[in-house]
């Protein structure tokens, strides 16, 4: 089975600065699909960024962007402007046709 | 707005029984999977189905088995729970893949199993 390693437990900020959650992942595959959800205290998982593989530009959704290395089979997040709402569990994800899988998670902590 | 709901958001359960996660979709997604959450070990899939009656091995579908006999339901079963299903157990659906369009899962607000 593909694997996704985000080898930082653990992340702390400091509120308005910028932050980036480092995720790698193992594939032989060409096509493929990669996220990062994030998960509150809430519980809920909430879809934060996605990126196509076939796609060499990196994904933006205001104040979050990846940074996407397809030789590298690195996908990290880079948080700009973090605010006290940003403070979560954040996972990156692989997907292929079907199933999708997870990484074990990066805790972020943000600072007032 | 997509809705994914887990009847249960806590459970507490005697070792051996049998236990029934059930999840409901109402958006029509072909896609429904289950996963466990674990600390430092993220979100591990047990198993998913891609249609109704279709049901394929995950990660760990050890101690577990599926039904899905209509689209929108997606039931996770535990043939005889043990402490080391203790868990969050989080639910998931996803519309098929039409041509490129990359689809997001959609989660519930997750199960968290107590087997005591």
């Known amino acids: 089975a593909q694997t996704v390693t985000q080898s930082q437990p653990e992340m702390s900020v400091q509120e308005a600065e910028t932050v980036t959650l480092s995720c790698t992942y193992d594939t032989s595959e060409s096509d493929y699909y990669l996220f990062w959800y994030k998960q509150p205290p809430s519980r809920q998982m909430i879809l934060v960024i996605r990126?196509?593989?076939?796609?060499?530009q990196n994904a933006t959704e205001n104040r979050f962007s990846v940074n996407f290395q397809k030789a590298a089979k690195s996908f990290s997040l880079k948080i700009s402007d973090s605010q006290l709402g940003d403070a979560a569990m954040y996972f990156c994800a692989y997907r292929r046709v079907h199933d999708m899988r997870f990484g074990a998670g990066t805790r972020l902590t943000v600072k007032p | 707005d997509v809705k994914v709901t887990q009847s249960s958001r806590y459970l507490v359960k005697r070792t051996g029984e049998k236990v029934f996660l059930e999840c409901v979709q109402d958006?029509?997604?072909?896609?429904m999977f289950w996963y466990r959450q674990d600390p430092g070990l993220g979100l591990r899939l047990i198993y998913f189905?891609?249609?109704?009656?279709?049901?394929e091995k995950g990660d760990i579908p050890e101690g577990y088995s599926v039904s899905r006999e209509k689209k929108e339901r997606f039931s996770l079963i535990l043939e005889s729970a043990s402490t080391n299903q203790t868990s969050m157990y989080l639910c998931?659906?996803?519309?098929?893949?039409?041509?490129?369009?990359?689809?997001?899962?959609?989660f519930g607000q997750g199960t968290r199993l107590t087997v005591v």
């Open positions: 990126q196509e593989a076939y796609k060499q």
């Open positions: 189905s891609y249609d109704v009656k279709m049901k």
């Open positions: 958006m029509d997604h072909e896609n």
């Open positions: 998931a659906s996803r519309p098929r893949d039409r041509g490129l369009e990359n689809t997001e899962a959609f």
